[in-house]
């Protein structure tokens, strides 16, 4: 069974935490060493209601993001949205210490961010689990633990110096993502081979297309055709697919269709909903025309996919 947690739901993290802090509702850091008893009180999945963002120091730890098995060694690094279902955790070392930003989304819609730099592509084509190299790996830490310091020296600020706070965290955790962007585009770089040449995204595409990627994050589980993209952007549908691919390597129609189907299984395998349920939650006709489509993409019925 799936469970949900908020901000609040973290905070017990704190009485199993080495180092914890809590930034009001804006986020949470904890730095844990997960171990077998820590994973028996773990529910199956998790789904948290934000960002977050895990890291190994030490050891090795088995996790499974959505339907995909990842091992996290030491110096990886996790990114999950509120879509992503964190379940299967399990340590191979016996124990694995890591840190854990827990970020709520009123939080990250403060941010001022320039759009253009965060390629839209490498959320759908990056391993969801980087490796970093030890100077990166310090790197990343040095910006947690600022993130981390920031909330333990501003816990009895004057109310009216609480928004000078709130500046300081987002920025720390721009300069994070930014620099996330960075080493993920220089390891893209570095592997890139020549037969796969695909010119440079020009800010104007990327802009359309994490546009599009922000329109699918709140309509996905309603509308599931290109036109109605396009129609919000105010371009053709023809012209969105073509910058989706350009930009992606994928169509808009594929992306659209993983969005779904990632929460079709989701909700398949963690809600209790019945398979009508999900068919209306998705908003299909009916039940046979919401197996008819998870047939086509996965090859198999909801019936079956849910017995396995």
Do not use: W
């Not at 704190?14 to 028996?40: G, K, L, P, V």
């Not at 941010?111 to 990056?126: E, G, L, R, V």
């Not at 030890?134 to 816990?155: D, P, R, W």
């Not at 969105?240 to 779904?260: C, F, K, N, P, Q």
């Amino acid at each position: 069974m799936e469970q949900k947690l908020n901000l609040n739901d973290i905070t017990s993290l704190s009485d199993i935490s080495e180092s914890f802090s809590h930034a009001s509702e804006d986020y949470i850091f904890s730095h844990i060493t997960y171990n077998d008893q820590i994973q028996r009180d773990t529910p199956a999945a998790i789904r948290f209601e934000g960002v977050t963002l895990f890291m190994t120091l030490r050891g090795r730890l088995n996790v499974t993001i959505g339907h995909n098995n990842f091992t996290m060694k030491p110096g990886s690094i996790t990114v999950l949205g509120p879509e992503d279902v964190l379940s299967a955790t399990r340590t191979i070392d016996g124990e694995c210490e890591l840190y854990a930003l827990f970020i709520s989304l009123d939080f990250i819609k403060g941010i001022n961010i320039d759009s253009s730099i965060i390629n839209p592509s490498y959320m759908i084509d990056h391993d969801p689990v980087l490796v970093l190299s030890k100077a990166e790996m310090k790197l990343v830490i040095n910006y947690l633990t600022l993130m981390h310091q920031c909330a333990l020296n501003n816990t009895e600020i004057p109310k009216q110096l609480s928004i000078v706070s709130r500046s300081i965290g987002r920025n720390i955790l721009v300069a994070l993502l930014y620099q996330l962007t960075l080493i993920v585009e220089k390891k893209h770089l570095l592997t890139m081979t020549a037969d796969k040449k695909r010119p440079m995204n020009k800010s104007r595409k990327i802009n359309y297309v994490h546009d599009f990627m922000n329109l699918l994050r709140e309509y996905y589980q309603q509308e599931r055709t290109v036109a109605f993209y396009a129609s919000k952007l105010c371009i053709s549908p023809k012209y969105l697919s073509l910058l989706v691919r350009d930009v992606t390597g994928h169509s808009a129609a594929e992306i659209i269709d993983r969005y779904v189907i990632n929460e079709a299984k989701n909700m398949l395998r963690f809600s209790g909903f019945t398979i009508q349920q999900v068919a209306y939650k998705l908003n299909f006709p009916n039940q046979s025309a919401f197996g008819k489509y998870f047939k086509h993409l996965t090859g198999q019925s909801p019936t079956a996919f849910r017995s396995n």
